[in-house]
């Protein structure tokens, strides 16, 4: 490992120590982890610092140490996150559709995805953005990410422009009940909130495969997957955090939406 990698490594796991609310997400592991049905609601950038991983339901995409991938806004997708020789260790950045908006218009159809190094300019801005991310205010991050953005484009990586998905009606949903988990809003609240009827919100649903229901769970389920890789909460609270009265309710559907349990998973986190 280079001293500029460690430094980045450094400056991430501690940031990701503290309380503060941050623009990235530092998740790591010391056993390899395989998680099934992973959503992607959010473009996302993973950066890998330590180990490899593995995505798609045969490792299509691999990722070795020192690289980065962009993740559409895409449905779902397998990963498996192997450790190194000590850990696993990456840094997570969700961007904002609006972000993209910094880059040129988007030729031909959506790319899944877009991989490439992690080289010396984008390790240096990476460095910059994750220090920098522990005094400015959250009203500036939008700027940090589309910097982000177009460093990578002009890295060379221009099919960076085709990346995100304009967000469909599910990612709309997402987005309202992911705001507030406390409180299971109502079919007619939701249509209410976009504007439409509650009978042509269910058919535009229908039209893209999914139902509320199906939405509800994906987004608590989701969030709870984030707090299990990136807290130390007891089960029970990251379960009410997500909107669930039962801790055995939530590690029935975890199981089987993502193929472990939150405690096997958590388990993965900590050194034998």
């Known amino acids: 490992m280079s001293r500029e990698d460690s430094r980045l490594i450094v400056a991430a796991k501690r940031a990701a120590g503290t309380a503060n609310v941050l623009p990235f997400s530092v998740y790591s592991s010391f056993c390899e982890q395989k998680i099934v049905n992973v959503p992607i609601f959010k473009p996302m950038l993973i950066c890998v610092l330590e180990g490899s991983k593995k995505l798609g339901s045969k490792g299509e995409i691999e990722c070795p140490p020192g690289s980065f991938v962009v993740l559409s806004n895409h449905p779902s997708i397998n990963m498996r996150n192997i450790p190194g020789e000590g850990e696993y260790l990456a840094l997570i950045v969700e961007f904002?559709?609006?972000?993209?908006?910094?880059?040129?218009?988007?030729?031909?159809?959506?790319?899944?995805?877009?991989?490439?190094?992690?080289?010396?300019?984008?390790?240096?801005?990476?460095?910059?953005?994750?220090?920098?991310?522990g005094f400015a205010p959250p009203a500036m991050w939008a700027a940090r990410r589309q910097e982000i953005l177009q460093l990578i484009y002009h890295l060379g990586h221009e099919q960076i422009t085709a990346v995100a998905e304009p967000p469909s009606l599910s990612h709309k949903l997402h987005g309202l009940v992911s705001a507030d988990f406390a409180h299971d809003m109502n079919a007619d609240v939701l249509a209410a909130r976009l504007a439409l009827s509650e009978s042509t919100l269910r058919r535009k649903l229908a039209a893209e495969g999914t139902t509320l229901q199906a939405i509800k769970d994906r987004a608590r389920l989701a969030h709870g997957l984030h707090l299990v890789q990136s807290t130390f909460e007891p089960i029970g609270r990251v379960a009410e955090r997500c909107g669930y009265q039962s801790q055995s309710r939530f590690t029935d559907k975890f199981k089987q939406f993502f193929g472990v349990t939150p405690t096997e998973l958590r388990k993965t986190r900590m050194r034998d």
């Open 96 to 133: 904002e559709h609006e972000d993209f908006n910094c880059l040129p218009p988007r030729q031909g159809r959506t790319e899944p995805s877009v991989q490439g190094p992690i080289c010396d300019v984008f390790r240096k801005t990476l460095e910059q953005f994750v220090e920098w991310s």
